[in-house]
Nanobody, 119 residues
Framework: QVQLVESGGGLVQPGRSLRLSCAGSGFLFSRYVMRWYRQVPGKERELVAAISSTGDTIITEDSVKGRFTISRDNAKNTADLQMNSLKSEDTAVYYC????????????WGLGTQVTVSS
């Protein structure tokens, strides 16, 4: 059974950093593309960053480019999102997503972790 568990969310002041982690189990992690999405109430879920199964290709959404970094450790079955210089508009529920590299239409989701950026 595929399981994705996010951790690391919380309340943080603007300008500070937070690191989210996604632990995967029940699937061959090293063959899956990993993504981080975020969603605020009333809006669609949006892609924040993605990393290929081998880690050699990374995509980062423009609004977080230069501030957020996605990474993965295939030995530990984890995918992290390092978030620096956080802004109030980064407040959202952050979701981990996994898709087989050869079947992108198949998507698995975690339950999400809340990130609140506020002074």
């Amino acid at each position: 059974q595929v399981q994705l568990v996010e951790s690391g969310g919380g309340l943080v002041q603007p300008g500070r950093s937070l690191r989210l982690s996604c632990a995967g189990s029940g699937f061959l992690f090293s063959r899956y593309v990993m993504r981080w999405y975020r969603q605020v109430p009333g809006k669609e879920r949006e892609l924040v960053a993605a990393i290929s199964s081998t880690g050699d290709t990374i995509i980062t959404e423009d609004s977080v480019k230069g501030r957020f970094t996605i990474s993965r450790d295939n030995a530990k079955n984890t995918a992290d999102l390092q978030m620096n210089s956080l802004k109030s508009e980064d407040t959202a529920v952050y979701y981990c997503n996994a898709s087989p590299a050869d079947s992108p239409a198949v998507k698995y989701w975690g339950l999400g972790t809340q990130v609140t950026v506020s002074s």
